[in-house]
């Protein structure tokens, strides 16, 4: 499950207006979304639960009361009003939980391709631990906790959409390609535009979205069925994430992307 609520700031969702909260409340209203939901989940099931900096601290202890917390990612959203009294808000956090013990981490299917600055060759001048190609040099690196390379959907992008709060593709392909097999169910309560449906989609996982503005819903629906002629996920190419503004971030190979044959509908509330 992708839980990616409404953050405890004020917010106009195409006319349903979130209100923040105090923090308690938020907490209380957070601790009912999870009793509601977590019923739905298989023992084996894992929860990403997304948050800024100022939510992130109210969600963990109803988090860690009822699941196995086991990391928080935080990731750079590139974009961010500057402050003359603060240091820039630039991150957000996803909350890396679990049912139980018993769980899936993939972590082969999500390794970061990085230029290597400072290339090693062994004794008899191989690559170490890298490759060397005509667009430069690249090492396949484990994924840490930090994720710079992710880029936020702008005007020119196709998976761009006037939601406000909409997550990037590559974003949500990590959380999807480590925490489930092809043809499991992803599940978001909370879908907006439709970025998890079709990140599913396009990697062969099932899906099933629940969201509550009907413009958002039709939105969903278009991404839904270009994916079918489009299944290319930005940064995401020959079954690697590559790191943002490289060469094959900006070409991505259609090719090597996984497109599902099989889908889950849509369910609207």
């Given at each position: ?64 009361k ?18 003359k ?9 996803i909350w ?21 600055i ?47 709060t ?19 169910v992803?599940?978001?309560p ?16 099932r ?9 958002y ?19 995401y190419?020959?079954?690697v ?6 060469l ?22």
């Open positions: 499950m992708i839980l990616d609520p409404p953050y405890n700031l004020t917010k106009n969702y195409n006319g349903h207006v979130f209100q923040a909260k105090e923090a308690e409340a938020y907490a209380t209203w957070f601790d009912d979304v999870l009793s509601s939901l977590l019923p739905f989940l298989r023992p084996t099931a894992t929860v990403y639960a997304c948050s800024d900096w100022q939510t992130s601290t109210l969600i963990f202890p109803m988090l860690d009822r699941l196995h917390v086991r990391n928080r990612i935080t990731w750079e959203r590139e974009k961010g009003r500057g402050a009294a603060n240091w820039k808000n630039n991150t957000e956090d890396f939980c679990t049912v139980s013990d018993d769980y899936h981490f993939d972590v082969e299917t999500v390794k970061l391709k990085r230029r290597v400072a290339p090693y060759r062994n004794g008899n001048g191989e690559p170490k631990d890298w490759e060397e190609s005509d667009n430069g040099n690249y090492r396949l690196t484990y994924p840490s906790n930090i994720w710079t390379d992710i880029t936020v959907p702008f005007w020119s992008m196709p998976e761009n959409t006037d939601h406000p909409q997550k990037p593709e590559k974003l949500i392909a990590k959380l999807i390609l480590a925490s489930s097999r092809p043809r499991e992803v599940f978001d909370f879908l907006g535009s439709g970025t998890t449906a079709v990140v599913a989609k396009k990697l062969g996982r899906y099933c979205g629940v969201e509550l503005d009907r413009d819903c039709c939105w969903a629906l278009k991404r839904l069925k270009l994916a079918e002629t489009d299944p290319d996920i930005q940064g190419s020959a079954g994430f590559w790191e943002r503004n490289s094959a971030d900006q070409k991505p190979q259609k090719a090597c992307t996984t497109r599902a044959n099989d889908q889950m509908g849509l369910f609207n509330e």
